[in-house]
């Protein structure tokens, strides 16, 4: 079975400081890891993936995630916050090898973004 | 731009009056998906086409339903809704099934039940 956990529901932070959203997984194979970002009465919205490769991977409004596999952790991070990124966050991960229903992906329960002025 | 739509963007409807929310994409997917969201949970899926292969989750309900009538528009169908059914609807698309694909999502219907 495939899990994902993000440790903290609400994380703040002030304009111009670096933030981290955690995410962390389980999976019997290889993972495949997606950051999404949701935007109040809005649809999620695709922001990076790691499939293989480089460990850090980068995506779309300067944010970037880092693949750890012996922590098996994939963390969202940008270096300046903007109150723009205020949002609610997920984490989401696949089985390389997995069939059936369980390819499809498993969020995590979301973390709240709050970037302050 | 391509995309995926949503109509309408909020439905009201009575306790038990069937409804049907609507999903179309313009980017040309294999695989579209119905998620269930509620007060900013994650979202449940509650099944998904690859193209016209229907494939339900073991615990979504037999009052929702579905439709593919062709690769552009899904839809999806309550029959009776209740109360415990209000929640925000999602439609995603994807360009296949393999698990490194990302998915697409729509702005989302936001269904009420009085």
């Known amino acids: 079975a495939q899990s994902v956990a993000q440790p903290e529901d609400q994380v703040n932070v002030a304009e111009g400081n670096p933030l981290t959203v955690k995410c962390t997984y389980s999976?019997?194979?290889?993972?495949?890891l997606f950051w999404y970002v949701q935007y109040p009465n809005r649809g999620l919205q695709f922001l990076l993936k790691?499939?293989?490769?480089?460990?850090l991977v980068k995506g779309s409004y300067g944010f970037e995630a880092e693949f750890n596999k012996s922590q098996t952790s994939f963390h969202l991070k940008k270096p300046s916050a903007l109150v723009s990124d205020s949002a609610l966050y997920f984490c989401a991960v696949r089985d390389e090898r997995t069939s059936g229903s369980a390819r499809q992906l498993t969020f995590g329960s979301g973390t709240q973004l709050t970037v302050l002025p | 731009d391509a995309m995926v739509i949503q109509n309408p963007r909020y439905q009201v409807t009575q306790f038990g009056k069937p409804v049907t929310l609507s999903c179309s994409q313009t980017?040309?997917?294999?695989?579209m998906y119905w998620y269930q969201q509620k007060s900013s949970q994650a979202p449940k899926l509650l099944f998904h086409?690859?193209?016209?292969?229907?494939?339900n989750e073991a615990d979504t309900p037999d009052n929702f339903q579905s439709r593919r009538p062709n690769t552009s528009f899904c839809f999806l169908d309550i029959r009776s809704p209740g109360l415990g059914d209000a929640a925000m609807y999602l439609c995603a698309t994807s360009r296949d099934k393999g698990t490194a694909y990302e998915q697409y999502f729509g702005p989302g219907t936001r269904l009420t039940v009085t």
């Open positions: 980017l040309n997917h294999n695989v």
């Open positions: 999976v019997s194979g290889n993972p495949y």
């Open positions: 790691y499939i293989t490769g480089d460990n």
């Open positions: 086409y690859y193209d016209k292969d229907f494939n």
